[in-house]
């Protein structure tokens, strides 16, 4: 295979690596899955990615398209060749003010796109908690929404066409199509036609429709996201006969790359959302009595109602960055509701807090009622979106897992589902963390599981399990925002019926008959437990180190916070320090993630004296200007410019300090030197000859 890959990278104008450093980089996520994949693709234009699909087709293996890497099941975790599209793929093609539409590459990050749109007035609505680093593509593959969703839905709602290659080479472009338009795509015997064919004979019948309606999760339900949204297409003619226009895009959203490959999407925009907004931030004593509390703030028509509970409020007294949010906070609730209210003025906005306080005190309903509004606004979100991130934070190998981290049930039946959920977790001396979208039915639930061990790891099974049919016996969704991914693939049958999982594999048999893209997430997912990112049992290496780690419990365990959110991938128009070289270079082995990911790797599995001792953390390191950027803004606190200082130490203890380290170290001394002789050193830095022999010799630029 090798000698294949290497003829392969010699027809891409893009790249394609397959080293041991670069597999390894890209064999996590933002879940607890590893797996080294075959090879990573960097394509830099669509001859690039026809190639790629093409060597897939012929050498039997398959094809991960990838993005920024946040998603939190292992959608892009597998055996095959990563093709990470971030990297040439980031253009904002075309904006239409008049129609109030955009075209995009899948590079795109959510949040820049927004930047691009607000000299339009206009906004991609979906706002996910990682908006500054995901990207567009990625959020079409998870049909990812947020905290907006109860005004603006999810991705799916506001894609319009996609421009995509299906699995023999072909480039269609899938849109809403009208009586006639989906007649004549039926017709022919191209791989197109087979997947309209496909659509029309299976939605057509009579049994499959009523399972359908009858087996997917409630309707009432706005997050549903489990399989294939074949029960959305029920809803398009020609399957309703006053429905809206058919449109393979509300397949493709959520269909996590094993479809087709995107290469373009067209997206609905919104106006600019109302300058006059507050965020009445309600403390409860219980996270049950929150719950009863959102259904009252329901009825105040909130732009988003978001929940946090005391472990994610705790974890924010330890992040420098984190800390600064926190003046909205008194005393230790057990949980906060954060209710966005919005008005055409802001005693508009007022009244409706002030009212909605009201209600809750005549039901006894929280303690503190605090109204924020203005710029301070921006620092309540920021801590809520930190959540994920911080929840790394906790010292030792049990953390909070995602293993049932993405249900949605309907809204009323909220505080009745999370009362057994949590019942379930007592019965195995378990306790949750709660966080995220309770305004649209929506918990993050994570319960705090070693998933080093063996009994951890059949816990982690265990509860998904049980779960799993809490959230049937709710008629919910296992997934509401998140996607299946490697972690809930395997519960699907379960969820919708196997009757209805058996029309999902008979779709993705049509499209991609050889099983290329993405395999074993949506159908044929292998089980929920393997390729996890620790092995049960493994032991944790303790290292003698020269800087203190006592704290995170040993150097292993300060590298293994990071939990690969992602983000060390914001760009600068975010503000803030970290990651400058990301932000220079756009490439993955340049992150804060990538530097914790490989020291995490080789200090577990070396087999050296010197565990440090090893090339590949050298090359990870070397652009990481030890700025401390990081060890303030990272929820998870990855302090790498300490983890990179102990790691040179031991290098250089067994390689010898290079010259250039040296020169650094003496610089004043050097300097001083020079200024004895100006025209001189002034001559050989500025000559092009000698400057470049010195650039070399010294290894940096004069």
């Known amino acids: 295979m090798e000698a294949r890959l290497r003829q392969l990278s010699s027809q891409l104008e893009g790249k394609i690596q397959w080293d041991e450093s670069i597999r390894r980089l890209y064999a996590t996520d933002a879940s607890t899955y590893r797996e080294l994949p075959l090879a990573v693709a960097i394509p830099k234009n669509l001859e690039d990615i026809k190639k790629l699909i093409h060597f897939a087709r012929q050498n039997h293996t398959s094809l991960i398209p990838r993005t920024a890497g946040t998603s939190l099941a292992g959608q892009v975790v597998g055996p095959g060749i990563v093709v990470d599209v971030s990297k040439h793929f980031n253009q904002v093609l075309e904006v ?45 593959g998870n049909n990812s929404c947020g905290a907006n969703s109860l005004i603006y839905g999810s991705t799916r709602d506001h894609l319009l066409e996609a421009k995509v290659f299906l699995s023999d080479g072909s480039q269609v472009v899938l849109k809403a199509l009208d009586k006639e338009s989906f007649q004549y795509k039926c017709g022919g015997q191209s791989l197109e036609s087979k997947i309209y064919n496909n659509i ?43 429905g809206i226009p058919f449109n393979f895009c509300k397949l493709l959203a959520g269909s996590e790359g094993t479809l087709c490959f995107i290469t373009e999407v067209k997206l609905n925009l919104e106006p600019l959302p109302p300058v006059h907004i507050g965020l009445v931030c309600v403390h409860f004593n219980s996270v049950h009595e929150s719950l009863q509390g959102n259904l009252i703030a329901l009825k105040y028509a909130p732009r988003s109602v978001e929940l946090m509970d005391h472990y994610i409020l705790e974890r924010t007294k330890e992040n420098i960055a984190q800390r600064k949010n926190r003046f909205f906070v008194k005393g230790d609730p057990r949980a906060i509701l954060v209710v966005e209210l919005a008005g055409k003025d802001l005693d508009e906005v007022k009244k409706k807090s002030s009212d909605l306080e009201t209600e809750l005190r005549e039901n006894n309903l929280g303690y503190y009622y605090p109204l924020v509004t203005g710029d301070q606004t921006k620092n309540v979100w920021e801590l809520r979106n930190a959540g994920l991130g911080l929840l790394s934070n906790m010292p030792g190998d049990e953390k909070p897992v995602p293993v049932v981290e993405d249900t949605a049930v309907d809204v009323h039946d909220l505080p009745d589902y999370i009362k057994e959920f949590n019942e379930g977790l007592k019965r195995h001396n378990l306790y949750s963390v709660h966080y995220a979208h309770a305004g649209s039915g929506e918990l993050h639930l994570r319960p705090i599981i070693n998933l080093k061990t063996e009994e951890g790891q059949q816990l982690f099974r265990t509860v998904a399990m049980e779960m799993a049919d809490l959230v049937k ?76 780690f006592d704290r995170n419990q040993g150097i292993v365990r300060a590298a293994e916070q990071c939990n690969g959110s992602g983000d060390c991938r914001k760009l600068a128009f975010s503000g803030g320090t970290m990651c400058p070289s990301y932000m220079a270079t756009r490439n993955e082995q340049d992150t804060t993630r990538a530097r914790a990911n490989m020291l995490r790797e080789m200090l577990t599995n070396s087999t050296k004296s010197n565990r440090f001792d090893h090339q590949e953390i050298m090359e990870v390191m070397d652009l990481c200007l030890s700025c401390k950027g990081c060890k303030s803004e990272c929820p998870s ?66």
């Open 473 to 548: 016996k709710y008629k919910g969704s296992l997934s509401g925002e998140h996607g299946d991914g490697r972690l809930r693939g395997e519960f699907i049958p379960q969820m919708i019926g196997d009757h209805n999982y058996k029309i999902l594999k008979e779709i993705k048999n049509a499209w991609d008959p050889q099983n290329m893209f993405n395999p074993g997430k949506i159908v044929d997912a292998p089980p929920m437990d393997t390729s996890l990112r620790y092995k049960p049992g493994q032991p944790t290496p303790e290292i003698k180190t020269i800087f203190n």
């Open 96 to 140: 239409n003010e008049t129609e109030q539409w955009v075209r995009v590459q899948p590079g795109v990050v959510r949040d820049e796109l927004n930047y691009h749109l607000k000299k339009y007035s206009l906004f991609f609505a979906p706002e996910t908690a990682t908006a500054n680093r995901a990207m567009i593509g990625g959020m079409v």
């Open 637 to 702: 606190n990855i302090d790498m410019a300490k983890l990179k200082a102990e790691f040179l130490q031991h290098y250089y203890d067994a390689n010898g300090v290079p010259f250039r380290a040296k020169l650094v170290g003496a610089f004043n001394s050097t300097m001083a030197l020079a200024s004895k002789f100006p025209g001189l050193f002034n001559f050989l830095s500025s000559n092009p000859f000698t400057s470049m022999v010195g650039k070399k010799v010294l290894g940096f630029t004069l």
């Open 200 to 242: 029309l004979e299976l939605l057509s019948l009579p049994e499959n429709q009523k399972e359908i309606k009858e087996r997917f999760p409630k309707v009432s339900i706005p997050r549903r996201n489990t399989g294939y949204a074949i029960d959305l297409l029920l809803q398009t003619f020609p399957f309703k006969e006053q």
